[in-house]
T-cell receptor, first 117, second 118 residues
Framework: AQTVTQSQPEMSVQEAETVTLSCTYD???????LFWYKQPPSRQMILVIR??????QNATENRFSVNFQKAAKSFSLKISDSQLGDAAMYFC??????????????FGKGTHLIIQP | GAVVSQHPSRVICKSGTSVKIECRSL??????MFWYRQFPKKSLMLMAT?????????EQGVEKDKFLINHASLTLSTLTVTSAHPEDSSFYIC??????????????FGNGTRLTVT
């Protein structure tokens, strides 16, 4: 079974600064997908960014980028120019590529991100 | 984009009663939907995979007789918490993926249901 580990229960960053959230995972599979989801107080799950394991290039979405190290099974999220609206719980998630997407997501325990004005 | 609607958003019920939660895919057909449970300040735990026209697949430790899942159509899956007890109080979230999209497309989540059993 796959596991996802987020070792930072809580992180705090000054507005406009950069913060990196860590995530490691364990799997015996070679083809899979990784995601970062944001969950604000409304508890809606919002996709932040995704990465295909077969792609070496790190995904980027505006102020959000990842550092994907497949050999190390590491998938960290960098948020640049942090904004107050970025405050939320952030979950790292894994999904197997087998089965055509019939597998659910395995989530880490989450990191509570605090943005200080 | 793909939208998943979940209803109700909040429900309070008395111990011993049953509660049904609906999850609908609004603009796509979902042969597979997923049900998650989230305790306060905790992560999402996959409970079961709902398969249209067949039995749901439950994760280890999830009581299938307690959490009944029905996926009778390509746009609707329901989760029924039977004979609810206070320990069933939690946040339940469904999700689905549009199979017509690329295999790397993400899951889309409903807004969740907060269940409180008194």
């Amino acid at each position: 079974a796959q596991t996802v580990t987020q070792s930072q229960p809580e992180m705090s960053v000054q507005e406009a600064e950069t913060v990196t959230l860590s995530c490691t995972y364990d799997t015996s599979e070679s083809d899979y997908y990784l995601f970062w989801y944001k969950q604000p107080p409304s508890r809606q799950m919002i996709l932040v960014i995704r990465q295909e394991a077969y792609k070496q290039q790190n995904a980027t979405e505006n102020r959000f980028s990842v550092n994907f190290q497949k050999a190390a099974k590491s998938f960290s999220l960098k948020i640049s120019d942090s904004q107050l609206g970025d405050a939320a719980m952030y979950f790292c998630a894994y999904r197997s590529a087998r089965g055509g997407g019939a597998d659910g997501l395995t989530f880490g325990k989450g990191t509570h991100l605090i943005i200080q004005p | 984009g793909a939208v998943v609607s979940q209803h109700p958003s909040r429900v309070i019920c008395k111990s011993g009663t049953s509660v049904k939660i609906e999850c609908r895919s609004l603009d796509f057909q979902a042969t597979t939907m997923f049900w998650y449970r989230q305790f306060p300040k905790k992560s999402l735990m996959l409970m079961a995979t709902s398969n249209e026209g067949s039995k749901a697949t439950y994760e280890q430790g999830v009581e299938k007789d307690k959490f009944l899942i029905n996926h009778a159509s390509l746009t609707l899956s329901t989760l029924t918490v039977t004979s609810a007890h206070p320990e069933d109080s939690s946040f339940y979230i469904c999700s689905a993926r549009d199979p017509a999209r690329q295999r790397n497309s993400p899951l889309h989540f409903g807004n969740g249901t907060r269940l409180t059993v008194t």
